[in-house]
Each structure stands twice: as structure tokens, then as C-alpha cells.
């Protein structure tokens, strides 16, 4: 399945780092939200948001693959969508850690309903600059 939204990022940070960033559930809310994650196959968890008029802020996930430090999938459900998120890490023969994003599963009607996917890649762009950040200060 062609994921609906793909990003990659590069980050001089050791992949150590990176996945602690993408499964530290502290270090997690720094630079997407407040959440309950914990890197165990089949746990449910939550992301909360702050909530506005179009969006409860909630998040409702499951981890669905853990190969630590290489691979990380939960599923991301929220406003009547259910898709997947995958990161996937790889380290860099100059050290670096290319990080690598897909969200796949959106419906029909989300891809019909024009600029959809474009805000989702929008917002885990903002998340990847805010992860870049989190990183830094490591």
C-alpha cells in the first residue's frame, strides 16, 4: 500500500536518541502531545491535544510493531479516521539517523476532501521541526 503521507528526516542525533524521542513517552509529549505510550506490542494508549471546535483532541492508538531501533507502528485514531503511522530508523555510515515517516490508511472520503492529506503532512512536518528541537537539547 503506497502510504498517503511519507516524510523523511535526518538528524545528527545517534539512533539511540532518535528512537528514545519516538518511544520515551516524556520525550514524546515534548514535541507531539501529552500521552500514555509505552513501547509494547498490543498496548493502547492515547495522545491529547488541546481540544478546539472541530476536534476532541484525542488520539486513540495501539502499538502494533516494536523491533527497537529500527522499526515502531501504532495505529492513530481520531475524528472518525483510522490509519497507521510507521517510523522507521536507519544509521547513517556518518552517524546521523535517517528517519523515515508513512501514514497509510486514510479513507476515500478523507483523500477526496481536498488540502486532507496535505494538512496531515503539514502537521507531521510541524512535529518532525518540533522533534528536530526536542532532539537538540538532548
Same mark, same amino acid.
Given at each position: 500500500?503506497?502510504?498517503?503521507?511519507?516524510?523523511?528526516?535526518?538528524?545528527?542525533?545517534?539512533?539511540?536518541?532518535?528512537?528514545?524521542?519516538?518511544?520515551?513517552?516524556?520525550?514524546?509529549?515534548?514535541?507531539?502531545?501529552?500521552?500514555?505510550?509505552?513501547?509494547?506490542?498490543?498496548?493502547?494508549?492515547?495522545?491529547?491535544?488541546?481540544?478546539?471546535?472541530?476536534?476532541? @483532541?484525542?488520539?486513540?492508538?495501539?502499538?502494533?510493531?516494536?523491533?527497537?531501533?529500527?522499526?515502531? $507502528?501504532?495505529?492513530?485514531?481520531?475524528?472518525?479516521? $483510522?490509519?497507521?503511522?510507521?517510523?522507521?530508523?536507519?544509521? @547513517?555510515?556518518?552517524?546521523?539517523?535517517?528517519?523515515?515517516?508513512?501514514?497509510?490508511?486514510?479513507?476515500?472520503?478523507?483523500?477526496?476532501?481536498?488540502?486532507?492529506?496535505?494538512?496531515?503532512?503539514?502537521?507531521?512536518?510541524?512535529?518532525?521541526?518540533?522533534?528536530?528541537?526536542?532532539?537538540?537539547?538532548?
Amino acid at each position: 500500500m503506497k502510504p498517503d503521507v511519507s516524510l523523511d528526516y535526518q538528524f545528527t542525533s545517534s539512533i539511540e536518541q532518535v528512537w528514545n524521542a519516538l518511544t520515551d513517552s516524556d520525550t514524546l509529549a515534548k514535541w507531539i502531545w501529552s500521552n500514555d505510550f509505552k513501547a509494547i506490542v498490543g498496548h493502547k494508549f492515547q495522545f491529547r491535544a488541546e481540544p478546539n471546535e472541530w476536534w476532541d @483532541g484525542i488520539v486513540d492508538s495501539e502499538v502494533l510493531v516494536v523491533d527497537e531501533p529500527h522499526t515502531l $507502528s501504532y495505529t492513530w485514531v481520531s475524528a472518525g479516521e $483510522s490509519t497507521t503511522v510507521t517510523w522507521t530508523l536507519k544509521k @547513517g555510515s556518518d552517524g546521523t539517523t535517517h528517519l523515515h515517516f508513512d501514514q497509510t490508511g486514510f479513507s476515500e472520503a478523507t483523500k477526496a476532501r481536498q488540502g486532507a492529506i496535505e494538512g496531515a503532512k503539514y502537521a507531521w512536518m510541524n512535529m518532525g521541526g518540533q522533534l528536530e528541537k526536542v532532539l537538540a537539547d538532548l
